[in-house]
């Protein structure tokens, strides 16, 4: 039996395959490696834009400073704060990140290339008013009630409700090129590299901070409110008609009283009735 020569052209085939084959893991494997890297950040980049645009929906510029915001966004996400938030949280410019996630550093060398390199990396965006309702429908209705609810107001003493209620926010955070690898296949061009997320949070107008803005809101669709105005004047009438009927005594037009539940809506033994709080401060308005 005559075994068939190999063919000169064969020689080393195998070799060159593998060859071929160990550049394409070598590839893979550094590309999932910091992929998985780039998704971990990506991730408290969503999270830093949510809680901006969620700030953003209960503190104003004026109140609370883009430049605070952009602070104490870095510092509470973007760092590892193992204890509660506290007002002076705060990172900013070339400070020192303190601890933070192992998997945003380089391993060649983690104790000085930081992916994020400085807080002045993350960059915190937000809209100085509240932007208007998406959809042309949303936005018509909006302006409506806005306006109704302003007109009456100025009748009732009551509080316009707002027209406005989207608030938005982006986060822009920039790779640190040094801690990138810098041998790795043409084919992976890691920098410059900046992850960019944005949120949105639509508010309800009706939303209030407490119960005196909570009346205030209320008063613009009470037309009885307008009573409110005169009570001055209905005190001494009231007082004299508590002697024919007693009732009268708690007769006062226009009056708000958000934290109170009446009788008849409560009694018979099934709820309490709460009426205030015990040192008898006045919760109406």
């Known amino acids: 039996m005559t075994i068939p020569a190999i063919k000169p052209t064969q020689r080393g085939q195998a070799m060159v395959e593998v060859v071929v ?19 971990d950040i990506q991730a408290s ?23 605070t915001l952009e602070n104490q966004t870095r510092a509470r996400i973007f760092t590892w704060n193992q204890n509660a938030f506290f007002a002076a949280d705060s990172k900013s ?27 002045a990396a993350v960059t915190v965006t937000t809209p100085a008013t509240a932007g208007k309702l998406p959809g042309n429908a949303a ?14 107001g100025a009748i009732t003493g009551g509080q316009a ?21 810098t041998t790795k296949p043409a084919d992976f061009n890691f920098a410059p590299l900046v992850l960019k997320e944005k949120s949105a949070l639509v508010t309800d107008s009706w939303d209030a901070d407490g119960a005196p803005q909570t009346a205030l809101r209320t008063r613009s669709f009470a037309p009885a409110s307008a009573f409110q105005r005169v009570n001055t004047i209905l005190a001494p ?22 934290d109170i539940v009446p009788n008849d809506r409560v009694g018979n033994g099934i709820l309490p009735v709460y009426r205030g709080p015990a040192s008898g401060v006045s919760r109406c308005y």
């Open 21 to 39: 084959m160990t550049g394409v893991i070598i590839a893979l494997f550094l590309g999932v490696w910091y992929l998985g890297k780039f998704h």
């Open 45 to 67: 980049t969503i999270q830093a834009a949510r809680y901006a645009a969620w700030e953003r929906t209960v503190h104003t510029p004026a109140t609370l400073s883009n430049t």
């Open 93 to 119: 410019g070339t400070q020192a990140w303190g601890q933070q996630s192992r998997m945003w550093r380089n391993h060649s060398d983690s104790a000085s290339k930081l992916l994020i390199k400085d807080p």
């Open 139 to 152: 936005g018509a209705i909006t302006n409506i009630v806005s306006k109704v609810s302003g007109v009456l």
């Open 161 to 181: 409700l707002e027209a406005d209620g989207l608030y938005t926010s982006e986060v822009s955070v920039a790779l640190n090129a040094a801690a990138l690898p």
């Open 237 to 258: 009438i009231t007082w004299a008609l508590s002697w024919i009927e007693p009732a009268f005594k708690d007769f006062k037009p226009g009056q708000i009283c958000p």
